[in-house]
């Protein structure tokens, strides 16, 4: 069992950077690929980024690629992601996210965290 706790989130102007971060309990955390997702209201919560275990594979969706940023920290149990030009859009509730193996499918993930909300404002 992994249980999820994200943080970071806030208000931030557009243009602006942030980091969001996930802490995991647990001692197996370094056995999980990592990924993060976010909901925007009235929307499906969609694919945005994902690590493997040991940080040698990242996968990001199109529409942030070369804005987004994730790694991990096995030492400390902890996924981050650091966004940067922020947009309007990237407004939404992101989740992280646990699974055997590194996906851009929601339905890999055996578990996830509360969610911390982003809001960019234009």
């Known amino acids: 069992q992994v249980q999820l706790v994200e943080s970071g989130g806030g208000l931030v102007q557009a243009g602006g950077s942030l980091r969001i971060s996930c802490a995991a309990s647990?001692?197996?955390?370094?056995?999980?690929?990592m990924g993060w997702f976010r909901q925007a209201p009235g929307k499906e919560r969609e694919f945005v980024a994902a690590?493997?275990?040991?940080?040698?594979?990242?996968y990001y969706a199109e529409s942030v690629t070369g804005r987004f940023t994730i790694s991990r920290d096995n030492a400390k149990n902890t996924v981050y992601l650091q966004i940067d030009s922020l947009k309007p859009e990237d407004t939404a509730d992101y989740y992280c996210?646990?699974?055997?193996?590194?996906?851009?499918?929601?339905?890999?993930?055996?578990?996830w965290g509360q969610g911390t909300q982003v809001t960019v404002s234009s």
């Open positions: 647990g001692r197996t955390f370094s056995t999980y690929a």
């Open positions: 996210a646990a699974s055997i193996a590194p996906s851009r499918q929601r339905a890999q993930y055996d578990y």
């Open positions: 690590i493997s275990r040991d940080s040698g594979s990242t």
